[in-house]
């Protein structure tokens, strides 16, 4: 793989100005990485600008413990032209929504990502699909960069470091990541309290959503899945912020009976947002590309304009179609 992270660094470095953006609905990875690499550009004196295409933005609740989170503008004030831009962890150019416009008239435009379909490449192209997550690139970046990394930046690399492998349990978790893992924690920042505010920081009413979701689980043996879906209505009911059931695909996933483990959540728009999981059988990057989505082998997603049980036999049509690798 030849990354030309030295050439992304000069660009970088000799910038006065530089516009981050990270996908739509962002998790720790998209944040983090964003967030790392602006407090980097600016511990050297470059102006930074962070946003991604949410309106309103409404953060996740972690989100505040990640150092410059009070800072992200919404995308109507990101720079219409940047001179140097820079996107993190988006698979697909459409992850950036409207601030595509904005990628698309940038000087420069360095993409740096870890997910395997991908095609938005930018005018600088750093994609590593073996990287655990785009945090742990942007630490490779900063590190061909040279230079003092701050413990703000340390915290929000930590925090896609943390997410993306699972904890450290995913197959991308290399002895590399670990390297880098270890570097981070070297710096000053309260890992413990960042990892709770991750991944335990759910209301009680994101419980019984659980229950609910649980109680309506299926399981289609010769499509090797398990699925079970949540509406809007679901959400409204519970009191529950969609973003707040990310995690609940790990509950599934955790059905040894089968490969494949789906959700299937209704979205703002009323269109379902599918996630799916493979304990290693399938390769599911392909089977989310088919349907207009992406990922990595063993995580990927996308949307569906077909309620709940028609999107699962689509589904299961392709699963049956692709047989499990032994
Ligand atoms: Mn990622």
Not at 36 to 49: D, E, K, P, Q, Y
Not at 118 to 131: F, K, Q, R, V, Y
Not at 142 to 167: H, N, P, Q, R, W
Request: aromatic content about 6%; glycine content about 10%; overall charge negative.
């Amino acid at each position: 793989m030849n990354l030309d992270f030295e050439r992304a660094g000069e660009v970088l470095g000799g910038a006065t100005q530089v516009a981050l953006a990270c996908h739509v609905n962002p998790d720790a990875d998209a944040l983090g990485s964003m967030l790392g690499l602006a407090a980097f550009l600016r511990s050297r004196g470059i102006v930074t600008v962070c946003s991604y295409p949410n309106e309103p933005l409404e953060p996740p609740r972690w989100a505040s413990m990640l150092p410059g989170s009070d800072r992200l503008v919404p995308a109507r004030r990101f720079p219409k032209d940047p001179a140097v831009m820079v996107t993190c962890d988006c698979a697909a150019f459409d992850r950036l929504a409207q601030l595509g416009s904005a990628a698309t008239r940038a000087g420069e435009l360095i993409w740096i990502d870890h997910h395997r379909s991908n095609d938005g490449l930018g005018t600088i192209p750093l994609i590593d699909p073996s990287a655990s997550s785009t945090c742990e690139m942007v630490f490779r970046l900063i590190e061909a960069m040279g230079g003092e990394m701050s413990d703000d930046t340390a915290m929000c690399l930590y925090a896609g470091l943390v997410t993306d492998t699972g904890k450290f349990q995913y197959e991308a978790t290399t002895p590399e990541t670990l390297r880098v893992a270890a570097r981070l924690r070297e710096h000053n920042f309260d890992h413990a309290r960042l990892v709770q505010a991750l991944y335990e920081d759910n209301p009680a009413a994101y419980l019984s959503l659980v229950g609910l979701a649980l109680g309506r689980l299926e399981h289609v043996v010769d499509a090797d899945l398990v699925w079970t879906y949540l509406t809007q209505a679901d959400l409204q009911e519970a009191g529950v912020h969609p973003g707040d059931t990310d995690d609940l695909i790990d509950v599934i996933r955790t059905a040894r009976d089968v490969d494949v483990a789906a959700i299937v959540k209704q979205q703002k728009d009323g269109r379902f947002k599918v996630s799916v999981r493979s304990r290693g059988g399938h390769d599911l990057a392909s089977i989310a590309g088919t349907f207009g989505g992406g990922g990595h082998r063993l995580a990927a997603g996308y949307t569906s304009d077909h309620g709940p049980a028609e999107t699962v036999e689509i589904l299961a049509r392709a699963l049956r179609g692709q047989p499990a690798v032994p």
